[in-house]
């Protein structure tokens, strides 16, 4: 019996080294092929220059929607199509943030109007700024020293956290409460230092919400440096500042997230990998998020090129209106339920195209530990860390639903210099960061297709 | 004695607990004063953009050895001074490479001698070119095909490999030896294809060698998009190359490595921390080596900083002439055994200031191992990877003396792309992963000094 055991023991031990073995050709495969003949990098090219930012409602989302469409069908999808979202259509305009200093004079500001902000309606508004520097500050004010005045609220990006998106999480709260808190007391608009880890004077726009039955005033972001020369200012003397912007939100319009599968060959059971389609109105919408896009379907086409015989349909999903409403990810939930589709994983890339470092795995302890138990396989591609216990936004309705999510984790110490800014451009994206991102999501795609 | 035994053990376990908690806040309080006070950023701007690319041998050079002794003094050591080293003095001067095709008319290339080559002394050299694509082409080339020929070796860098520094190693030879190789078959002089791994038209130079007792012939580099070209119109037609260059080596001269430390507090053995002061003569030498430089004092005024007591000298060896000699890592080895200075470890930065991922040992595997035991603390400042087993150049005579030696190893994706070019300029450095290396070597000389 104990013989018979060792022996079974030792089959056992030979089926998993030899499974381990497969896996580990199979991931150098799938890396040699798509660090030398990926499509990512180009594909984000024409993406970013060919069509450039694309916020929902626009002209260029509409455009892209059509491109990711054949890029979809160009990477042999077995099945494309278009699946129907209601979007919110918010619109910049003109929009400018003057200063007048104790000699009178008018001073313009490099500044961004926050997304789903309201304007002034193409009118100046103005008063006298009061600075504060931290929420807790905000909130000793009495209502009679913010009435009818600008809040600044000058909180530094924490530069003291290695991950970056901590900082950004740390600062987020100011970007998405400042004008409410202001209206609350009466203040008649915010501007808040932008939420950006660079030393530069770059603006970060990003989404901002009004709560029920508070006046929707306008609130803007500034750049680092502007931020600190504003803050010099005002230790000196009384500053007026002067909005003039026609942002609006403009209501609801049809439109659309872009989806391709490759069915599987054992059942219908959906994998999703995605990243979305639209950007914010500045930039490019490179690295968010258009390397998560680009990369998504360099998955699909991996598998069909290398001739991976997917188990479980795998289903590369771009979705609509992630920045500022997520109502594609929304969309994508409810559709999957209504049509009692079962999906077996999400996987989302939504952190810039940046050289990976791991995979942030949100699902129950023995699915957990399943992944991490194959981290050596992982290890030679630099992905590391499977700690993370968050996933993408997008995916969050799936989650909701009881799929287990991820999200690539790439390096993060780039991406709050250009999140949301004019720099989120193509020549930020470097080619191997963006491609090896694409190598880590297209071996866990095949790791969980072929084990679950 | 079985009670006994149990406390002792749950004492020791406590005290190691302790250690551990205690190297983690020291951990900490490094990350946090580097990432947000750290001078490296600031003093590598300074560095590149004041001074520049400094050739051993030029005058920006000599002007970066006055730099670095004052940015030591400002860092606080206790004691800085400059070591003499006889350097090699090559200049490039004008240099220029043409092609004519059938149609008969010249068109300039874009190009770099490579370092140390020898020049064509002001007059044109020409010849038909040949192409090879491997060693293994050109080998069974018979000398009667290559004599009076230019020899273009177009041995493209491998994208396959995961890290950038096995496809730099992979094609080296290329650069090191195609002179000498087309001198031993009478050709006149060789074209490569740039060790890069970017899919752009910048030339990289770097050091060749020439063979004792061979003609020495020069040898230039092309970039990627003309090395394509080059072998798209070589397939149709017969191209003359035509190159007038003035490189020169001009023999030795008396220069400096710069070197500064802070005392033991317990012993005078010595734990080196360095990079290299001198670059290449294009670009800026930012991330070759600019970013060692500042990252090295960086330790030491982190020291200082926060008042750790240094059991151990640390010193700051600021290495002349890694890039065409390594004379400065051959002398401070010679003079530290001449002083019979006892080494306890040497630590370099020269793989450019990107985000870390590791540090790679070169040493005994008791110390190896001993220094793997530390990664929990390292893992939540992205540095995970142990497993290299080289180190820098310059610190390969204290290697060879028995001193174990390591190197900090950060994310190589980009480093191909720009490595001695016009394009290592300061604008590719992001200053949150140069810190962030800052961090990670301060962190294992803390170690060291602590616990050998």
Redesign the interface.
């Known amino acids: 019996m104990k013989k018979l055991l060792g022996t079974s023991l030792l089959l056992l031990s030979l089926t998993v080294f030899g499974q381990v073995q497969e896996d580990s050709i199979q991931f150098s495969k799938i890396?040699?092929e798509i660090?030398?003949n990926g499509k990512s990098y180009t594909e984000l090219k024409d993406l970013t220059k060919n069509i450039g930012h694309r916020l929902s409602g626009s002209e260029a989302y509409e455009k892209s929607v059509k491109w990711a469409e054949q890029k979809l069908k160009d990477a042999g999808a077995d099945k494309v199509w278009l699946q129907e979202v209601m979007i919110p259509v918010w619109e910049r305009g003109k929009e400018s943030l003057q200063i007048k200093t104790s000699n009178g004079t008018w001073k313009g500001l490099k500044m961004l109007s926050l997304g789903n902000s309201e304007g002034t309606g193409g009118k100046d508004i103005s008063g006298e700024i009061i600075m504060v520097k931290s929420m807790e500050e905000y909130e000793k004010l009495p209502a009679e020293k913010v009435k009818d005045k600008i809040i600044f609220f000058n909180y530094p990006f924490s530069?003291?956290f290695?991950e970056?998106f901590r900082g950004y999480g740390d600062a987020a709260k100011y970007r998405t409460t400042a004008a409410s808190l202001t209206a609350k007391k009466g203040g008649k608009f915010a501007i808040i230092r932008s939420l950006s880890?660079?030393?530069d004077d770059v603006p970060h726009t990003g989404a901002m919400r009004y709560e029920d039955k508070v006046n929707k005033i306008p609130a803007v972001a500034i750049g680092n440096t502007t931020a600190d020369e504003l803050e010099k200012l005002l230790k000196s003397q009384k500053i007026t500042a002067k909005l003039n912007s026609n942002c609006e939100m403009k209501g609801e319009k049809l439109s659309h997230s872009v989806i391709g599968e490759i069915t599987g060959k054992k059942d219908k059971s959906v994998i999703v990998v995605g990243g979305h389609l639209d950007s914010w109105d500045v930039g490019e919408g490179a690295h968010d998020d258009g390397t998560g896009i680009v990369q998504s379907i360099e998955v699909l086409r991996t598998f069909k090129k290398l001739g991976i015989q997917n188990n479980h349909t795998i289903r590369v999903v771009c979705f609509a209106n992630e920045e500022n409403g997520v109502k594609g990810g929304i969309q994508y939930g409810k559709t999957a339920k209504e049509n009692n589709e079962k999906h077996l994983f999400a996987l989302e890339s939504d952190a810039g195209g940046f050289?990976p470092?791991g995979i942030s795995l949100e699902m129950d302890d023995a699915k957990r530990n399943q992944i991490k138990g194959w981290s050596a396989l992982f290890f030679?591609?630099?992905v590391?860390?499977f700690e993370g216990k968050y996933s993408g936004t997008d995916i969050y309705p799936l989650h909701d639903m009881g799929v287990p999510t991820a999200e690539l984790v790439p390096?993060s110490?780039?991406y709050f210099?250009i999140h949301h800014t004019e720099e989120d451009t193509f020549e930020k994206v470097?080619?191997?960061?963006l491609l090896?991102g694409a190598v880590a999501m297209t071996q866990i795609i095949y790791m969980i297709d072929k084990n679950w």
């Open positions: 890396s040699i660090l030398n530069q003291s290695v970056t880890s660079a030393f050289t470092r030679p591609y630099g590391y860390n390096d110490q780039r210099d470097n080619r191997r960061e090896l």
